[in-house]
């Protein structure tokens, strides 16, 4: 199975604690680790980090690759401009069956939430 992350909004319902600059998603808001990294954690164990896709807008995969360094590089999806959701589910699972089986089943996932 694969599983896409959507990482990309810019958190502006959470100010101060979200910025342009560092929505949400990147910030530690319940113990050390961020939002996209615990889902990524819930995950990871289970499907492995090579089949854990992040899409996200461009600006971000520099935070991304800093908070998340076992992912590979070829798995984080960076859109060019915000569409909302529908284009960058269109975007991610073009990218994603660029590697996957086509009859290998894909998760949708948000970085921005707490279990």
Excluded at 54 to 78: K, M, R
């Amino acid at each position: 199975m694969k599983i896409v992350i959507f990482a990309g909004g810019s958190g502006r319902r959470l100010w101060p604690i979200s910025l342009k600059s560092s929505p949400k998603q990147f910030e530690p808001i319940i113990g050390a680790r961020s939002t996209l990294q615990l889902a990524v954690d819930r995950v990871k164990e289970t499907y492995g980090a090579e089949n854990i896709f992040v899409s996200t807008n461009e600006a971000y995969i520099p935070i991304i690759q800093e908070q998340l360094p076992e992912l590979p590089i070829a798995n984080l999806i960076g859109e060019p401009i915000r569409r909302d959701l529908a284009p960058a589910v269109g975007l991610a699972m073009a990218h994603v069956a660029r590697q996957a089986d086509p009859d290998e089943p894909v998760a949708i996932l948000w970085g921005d939430n707490y279990m």
